[in-house]
Every structure is written in structure tokens, then in C-alpha cells.
Antibody, heavy 119, light 114 residues
Framework: EVQLVESGGGLVKPGGSLRLSCAAS????????MNWVRQAPGKGLEWVSS????????YYADSVKGRFTISRDNSKNSLYLQMNNLRDEDTAVYYC????????????WGQGTLVTVSS | DIVMTQSPDSLAVSLGERATINCKSS????????????LAWYQQKPGQSPKLLIY???TRESGVPARFSGSGSGTDFTLTISSLQAEDVAVYYC??????????FGQGTRVEIK
């Protein structure tokens, strides 16, 4: 069974940093791309960032470019999102999601971790 | 960026009746060489994470009930629930995954029981 478990969310002040993690199990992590998608309270889904299976390519939404960094450690079956210079508008539930090989949609999602940016 | 617009924002349908959700993209998401539409549909039930229902605009994900179907091509797409069940109450999102990022979502359509 595919499992994606996010962690690392919490309350942080504007300008602060957080590092989200996503622990994957139940599939061959190294063969899948991965996404981060977020959802602000009561709002819709927003694609944030993607990374290919071997980390050769990374992509970011304009809203986070230069502040967020996606990475992965295939030896640990883990995905990360380093978030710096956080803003109020980054407050959201952050989901990690699996991307089938050679594709870009998300076929499995974690339960999400809440990031709250507030002074 | 490709903008995805869903309609309606919400709809209420009686149990057993048909629910139809529309999704329009600001530019075509049809890749002519392989004749595939780069469009997915997701379901998000209250308090849960999203779940993939359909990809390539009309291919049901494994385990998704046959009452869910996707259609359309180019810029206009439809998700149909042929006979609404109580467990289908959710917000439904379309997403394009064509070409380069960002891979944008529609704003969502809330489906309720009338």
C-alpha cells in the first residue's frame, strides 16, 4: 500500500523558515517524481513544486520561487521542502504527492501538514 | 500560464441523479502527436486529502467507480457522476499537466445532496 506521511509543519513567524518532510513507503520511491501541493484554509489546491525521480529537474510556482527548495533522498525514501522567508500567504496545508513515471499528475497523496505563518 | 475555470462553483443534486461539472482551459491541453489531453480530475471529501479520479481526461484511475466519467478535448472538459451517491459529496478539481509548469488547478466545484 502506498503511504506518504508529511511532517514538519507548525507555527512560524513571517520571515522564518521551516523544513517539511514526506516519508514514502509501499512503492519504489526512486522511480517516481514527486509534487508538493498546498491548500490555504478554505481555499482550493495550488501546485507548489515538483522534482523528478533522480532530482535532475526541479520546478517551482512563481509564488515560491527563490524562497522554497524541493529535494529528495532516494536512499531514505524521503521528500523535502525547505521553506525560507515565509509569508502570511504561505499559510496552508502542504501535501506531498506521487507522480507516475513520465507523467505529471498526482496519483497518491499524503494527509498533509499544516503550516501557519503568523506573528 | 494556463488558467483553469470550473463551472459551476457548487451544485446540489438529488441522490441517484446526474451531476455534471465543467472545466475550461485558457489554452488547449491536447498534445497532437499522441492525441492525449493532459487533464486530470480529483475528488476531495471533507477533511480528507485529494484523490485522483481520472487522467488523460477520460481514463478512470484503478478502483474508481464506473459512475465517474470524464470527457472533452482541447479546452473543454466534463466530469460526470451518472448516479450521485451520498459518498460522492466532495469538492472536485480539474488540473492541467500540459507542457511546462505551473500545472494549474481549477478553483473547485462543491457537490452536495439536494
Amino acid at each position: 500500500e502506498v503511504q506518504l506521511v508529511e511532517s514538519g509543519g507548525g507555527l512560524v513567524k513571517p520571515g522564518g523558515s521551516l523544513r517539511l518532510s514526506c516519508a514514502a513507503s509501499g512503492f519504489t520511491f526512486s522511480t517516481y517524481g514527486m509534487n508538493w501541493v498546498r491548500q490555504a484554509p478554505g481555499k482550493g489546491l495550488e501546485w507548489v513544486s515538483s522534482i523528478t525521480s533522480g532530482s535532475s529537474d526541479t520546478y517551482y510556482a512563481d509564488s515560491v520561487k527563490g524562497r522554497f527548495t524541493i529535494s529528495r533522498d532516494n536512499s531514505k525514501n524521503s521528500l523535502y521542502l525547505q521553506m525560507n522567508n515565509l509569508r502570511d500567504e504561505d499559510t496552508a496545508v502542504y501535501y506531498c504527492a506521487r507522480v507516475p513515471p513520465e507523467l505529471r499528475y498526482s496519483d497518491s497523496w499524503g494527509q498533509g501538514t499544516l503550516v501557519t505563518v503568523s506573528s | 500560464d494556463i488558467v483553469m475555470t470550473q463551472s459551476p462553483d457548487s451544485l446540489a443534486v438529488s441522490l441517484g441523479e446526474r451531476a455534471t461539472i465543467n472545466c475550461k482551459s485558457s489554452q488547449s491541453v491536447l498534445n497532437s502527436p499522441n492525441n492525449k489531453n493532459y487533464l486530470a480530475w480529483y475528488q476531495q471529501k471533507p477533511g480528507q486529502s485529494p484523490k485522483l479520479l481520472i487522467y488523460w481526461a477520460s481514463t478512470r484511475e484503478s478502483g474508481v467507480p464506473a459512475r465517474f466519467s470524464g470527457s472533452g478535448s482541447g479546452t473543454d472538459f466534463t466530469l460526470t457522476i451518472s448516479s450521485l451517491q451520498a459518498e460522492d459529496v466532495a469538492v472536485y478539481y480539474c488540473q492541467q499537466y500540459y507542457s511546462t509548469p505551473p500545472w494549474t488547478f481549477g478553483q473547485g466545484t462543491r457537490v452536495e445532496i439536494k
